[in-house]
């Protein structure tokens, strides 16, 4: 799960130009240049015995984004932390300096659970054109609040869909409703951007779109296993699909 998250946040750098992925002393970093934490991202890359450790981790990714006068994000898996540093982990980020955005449980399934209901009647499209890829950004822009002239700059970049980030979008009688997005890393298929328009929801769309999602990475790589991180308003949505929850993200992000 943490070897698909980081690929994950490298495709925002790739995304861009000016971007940079780079491995520093326990942490890597993924900087797409933009005035938006979450697309400058932070992650461990191996487990942290102290409070002292961590700290000196997150003090290496804040020199590094100080550098370039970036806001940034760090996503800390707390199964990652010795016992002692998991109560501690909100305490160490705020005298860094830095806010507590979202946590997230992570889930993985070995295999999807058949589905409840009928499959709604949808049109799948790749993201793979001008179209669609305006399309995905508009659905992401809404679902998860990112500013527009930001988001463009993300999910409109041909770069963002040629290392292996596939997303999908779902139509219903030719308007953009719901959309997703997989990643193939670290043996397991990453599971990202699922997300529906306010007026769509509770129609199994965004259940649908997932589920071709996983089905046409399965056909590509042989792998079965994915993973996610949930939001609130997903968790029983990904539960009833078979997912259970295997460790514990905390986001924080400094402006």
């Known amino acids: 799960m943490e070897s698909n998250l980081r690929e994950m946040l490298a495709v925002f750098a790739r995304a861009k130009a000016a971007g940079d992925v780079r491995a520093l002393p326990g942490i890597a970093v993924c900087s797409s240049g933009l ?67 979202v946590e997230l449980p992570g889930m993985e399934a070995a295999s999807l659970e058949a589905p409840l209901r009928p499959a709604p009647e949808l049109e799948f499209q790749r993201v793979d054109d001008a ?45 953009a409703v719901a959309t997703a997005a997989t990643l193939v890393a670290g043996g397991a298929i990453g599971v990202y951007s699922v997300g529906t328009l306010p007026q769509y929801r509770r129609k199994g769309y965004g259940e649908a779109v997932m589920r071709r999602a996983l089905d046409e990475a399965r056909t590509e790589s042989g792998l079965e296993r994915s993973v996610l991180q949930s939001s609130a308003e997903g968790l029983h949505l990904y539960q009833r699909m078979g997912y259970r929850s295997v460790a514990r993200y905390a986001v924080f992000a400094k402006s």
């Open 131 to 175: 179209r669609t890829r305006s399309d995905f950004n508009s659905i992401m822009t809404v679902a998860f609040g990112i500013p527009y002239s930001l988001a463009r700059q993300i999910y409109e970049s041909k770069k963002t869909w040629l290392g292996g980030f596939t997303g999908w979008v779902a139509y219903r009688e030719g308007v």
């Open 35 to 101: 005035e938006f934490a979450m697309f400058n991202g932070a992650i461990l890359t191996a487990p942290v015995g102290s409070v002292a450790e961590l700290e000196e981790r997150i003090q290496t990714a804040a020199a590094y984004y100080a550098a370039r006068a970036l806001p940034w994000s760090i996503w800390v898996c707390r199964e990652w932390l010795a016992g002692p540093v998991r109560s501690k982990v909100t305490e160490t980020c705020h005298r860094q300096g830095m806010r507590l955005v």
